[in-house]
T-cell receptor, first 114, second 108 residues
Framework: EAGVVQSPRYKIIEKKQPVAFWCNPI?????LYWYLQNLGQGPELLIR????????DSQLPKDRFSAERLKGVDSTLKIQPAELGDSAVYLC????????????FGPGTRLTVT | RKEVEQDPGPFNVPEGATVAFNCTYS??????FFWYRQDCRKEPKLLMS???SGNEDGRFTAQLNRASQYISLLIRDSKLSDSATYLC?????????FGKGTRLHILP
């Protein structure tokens, strides 16, 4: 069974540029999560989807971050414009449903903003 | 008080020894508890869930103490391959909160 797929794995951009990350969850997983992880810190939830509905986006900085999961399968997270402080690893995870808490994480996208 | 707190370590432990670390949480209404393992520059992976009655999986034992609001992870007969960061995860009020992790180094 394929795991959670993320792309790109690495991205270097200049500040004020836009950037997008893509995630394809495990087949059949209804819940999808985007996390941000800084060095030496635990993952911080940005947004959680149940199918195509964003049910928790309270920690998403909506002035510059946006996300979508149009068909309830793969998802895109966008930052526009990027700031130096956005440099981090962006992790996508999925689970069968929210009550089934075992989350499977993708390898992450390491973003560097210069 | 932070929602989920862990000693960042590092814990430097000789191979074969037993090591334990705790994770405290602030919300007394927290519902579910987990330990995840994260290797350097890798993604987190579920190690084990923590049940009210405790949970044991081979060399790993997890305990929950609701009265004192902490969970613990005990690793017996530690192996070099146990070197990693151990993340505590707590769910409360429909939110999932990760701790910052405890770094463990097993020394040969």
């Amino acid at each position: 069974e394929a795991g959670v797929v993320q792309s790109p794995r690495y991205k270097i951009i200049e500040k004020k540029q836009p950037v997008a990350f893509w995630c394809n969850p495990i087949s059949g997983h209804n819940t999808l999560y985007w996390y941000l992880q800084n060095l030496g810190q635990g993952p911080e939830l940005l947004i959680r989807y149940e199918n195509e509905e964003a049910v928790d986006d309270s920690q998403l900085p909506k002035d510059r971050f946006s996300a979508e999961r149009l068909k309830g399968v793969d998802s895109t997270l966008k930052i526009q414009p990027a700031e130096l402080g956005d440099s981090a690893v962006y992790l996508c995870a999925s689970s069968i449903y929210y009550g089934h808490y075992e989350q499977y994480f993708g390898p992450g996208t390491r973003l560097t903003v210069t | 008080r932070k929602e989920v707190e862990q000693d960042p370590g590092p814990f430097n432990v000789p191979e074969g020894a037993t090591v334990a670390f705790n994770c405290t949480y602030s919300n007394s209404a927290s519902q579910s508890f987990f330990w995840y393992r994260q290797d350097c520059r890798k993604e987190p992976k579920l190690l084990m869930s923590v049940y009210s009655s405790g949970n044991e999986d081979g060399r790993f034992t997890a305990q929950l103490n609701r009265a004192s609001q902490y969970i613990s992870l005990l690793i017996r007969d530690s192996k070099l391959s146990d070197s990693a960061t151990y993340l505590c995860v707590v769910t409360a009020d429909d939110k999932i909160i990760f701790g910052k992790g405890t770094r463990l180094h097993i020394l040969p």
